[in-house]
Structure formats: C-alpha cells, structure tokens
T-cell receptor
C-alpha cells in the first residue's frame, strides 16, 4: 500500500533555514501537503502542492517536489522558536474512491535560541 | 467563526466502559474523518464518512464505532473491545467537491486516557 516516510527529528538554530524531507511511494499522488502540529493541538495546514508543480513558495515556506524520486521537502527560511513543532507531510490520490490522506510519521523540529 | 470543535479536550475512563468523543463542524463540509495519534506513529485513520448516513472503516476500525446522522456531527465511540484506547484522537473534515485541493481541516483533538 501507500507509504509516506519522514525523519523523526531535526534541530536548527534560530535564524537558520530548516529543511524537512519526506518520501512517498504512491506514484499516483496528486496533492501533497505539509501540516504543522503544536504540542497538544490539532494539525494546521501550512501549504500544499499539486503534483504537476516542482516548487511552491509562500512567504518563509518553500516546497520542492521531485516527482521522479517521489521526494517532497519543506524549507522554512529564518526559522523562529515559534516554528518548533511536529511537521507532517501527507499525500492523496485525487480520483481515488475516498480522498483519503496518507500521513507520514511526522518530523519534530526543535529550534534552539 | 467556522471550524471544527472536539469535546472534551481531556477524557478519563475506566477500562471496560464505552466512551463517545464529540466532533462538530460548521464548515458545511461533506466529508469527515477520525484519526488516532500515538507517539512516533503519525496519524492512523479509524473511520471516515463522505456523506450523511454513510461511513466506511479506515485502517484501524476494530473496537470503534461511528454514526453520521447529521452533516455537522460525526461522533466516535471507543468501545470496551478496543485493546489500547489511550491515545490522542483527531477529527477532520474536508469538502472534496469544492476545495479543489482536498485538504483536510482538523479539530483541536481529544486526549483519552483509560485506566
């Protein structure tokens, strides 16, 4: 079945750039998402990218998609302590019966002051 | 203010008791979902409903039940048959017909502890 994988932990210093990586197996993925989860809270949608795009930029966030390698990344520029959270990537296959999202295990981003 | 509410935020139950978690949305979304989150395991889909009066099992439905009698509401019952019910439960909704990008919107979650 479909699978989405992420590294578990990333530590950066405040002001540096963070790059969170994700790989997926479903070659039929049509939308890929990045969500942020702060402690004890629900998931907040940060951004998404359609599979026919290579890059999407939204303020401090840059999403890169390499469809050939099935690799997605989220770059956060000028990382702040408020960016400390768990980041989930997810994918879905539009046209599938359910519009289910498949989530990765999440990457804990720790920002050191 | 549109959004998804889950109540309560924290819930404590004794082993052997059924418990129902509430999820309400005023986004007018057709589809609703229940996920379970355990440390280090990401989100696992329990049940989902694409329309009122219809729902399907997700990947880990055993020991859970749902109903979808109203568009706004999708309650989840954790039964005594669920072997490890202690977890963080997240409800989500989406509107595949109009959003164009199929993103799901999440509630704040309910942390269930069973002892």
């Amino acid at each position: 079945g479909e699978d989405v994988e992420q590294s578990l932990f990333l530590s950066v210093r405040e002001g540096d750039s963070s790059v969170i990586n994700c790989t997926y197996t479903d070659s039929s993925s049509t939308y890929l998402y990045w969500y942020k989860q702060e402690p004890g809270a629900g998931l907040q949608l940060l951004t998404y990218i359609f599979s026919n795009m290579d890059m999407k930029q939204d303020q401090r966030l840059t999403v890169l998609l390499n469809k050939k390698d099935k690799h997605l990344s989220l770059r956060i520029a000028d990382t702040q302590t408020g960016d400390s959270a768990i980041y989930f990537c997810a994918e879905t296959n539009y046209g599938g019966a359910t519009n289910k999202l498949i989530f990765g295990t999440g990457t804990l981003l720790a920002v050191q002051p | 203010d549109g959004g998804i509410t889950q109540s309560p935020k924290y819930l404590f139950r004794k082993e052997g008791q059924n418990v129902t978690l509430s999820c309400e949305q005023n986004l007018n979304h057709d589809a609703m979902y229940w996920y379970r989150q355990d440390p280090g395991q990401g989100l696992r889909l329990i049940y989902y409903s694409q329309i009122v009066n219809d729902f399907q099992k997700g990947d880990i439905a055993e020991g859970y039940s749902v109903s979808r009698e109203k568009k706004e509401s999708f309650p989840l019952t954790v039964t005594s048959a669920q072997k490890n019910p202690t977890a963080f439960y997240l409800c989500a909704s989406s509107d595949p017909g109009t959003s164009g990008s199929y993103e799901q919107y999440f509630g704040p979650g309910t942390r269930l502890t069973v002892t």
